[in-house]
Nanobody, 115 residues
Framework: QVQLVESGGGLVQPGGSLRLSCAAS????????MKWYRQIPEKQREWVAT???????NYPDSMKGRFTISRDNAENTVFLAMNSLKPEDTAVYYC?????????WGQGTQVTVST
């Protein structure tokens, strides 16, 4: 079965950096686009980044410049490097893949940006 396990979240000061990881299993990872989303309580889940099977990255305009998505097909892992973090980046960050028209999600990892 498809499994996604996020890690790397934590508490960081404004202006700091974090690198999130998502370990994937149960599907042919190298052939699928992978995505990161984030969710603030009582708000809709927000798309953060996509990396295609070929390794190309896409971001919403609001995320460009500070976030970098990448993947390691040998390790079945997708990463999200976040720089210049702001308090408004505080959220639970989720990894996502769509396999045969079904969306799968990890359990999420909490990122808190605060002094």
């Amino acid at each position: 079965q498809v499994q996604l396990v996020e890690s790397g979240g934590g508490l960081v000061q404004p202006g700091g950096s974090l690198r999130l990881s998502c370990a994937a299993s149960g599907f042919s990872f190298r052939y699928y686009p992978m995505k990161w989303y984030r969710q603030i309580p009582e708000k809709q889940r927000e798309w953060v980044a996509t990396v295609t099977a070929a390794g190309s990255a896409n971001y919403p305009d609001s995320m460009k410049g500070r976030f970098t998505i990448s993947r390691d097909n040998a390790e079945n892992t997708v990463f999200l490097a976040m720089n210049s973090l702001k308090p408004e980046d505080t959220a639970v960050y989720y990894c996502n893949v769509n396999v045969r028209w079904v969306d799968y999600w990890g359990q999420g990892t909490q990122v808190t940006v605060s002094t």
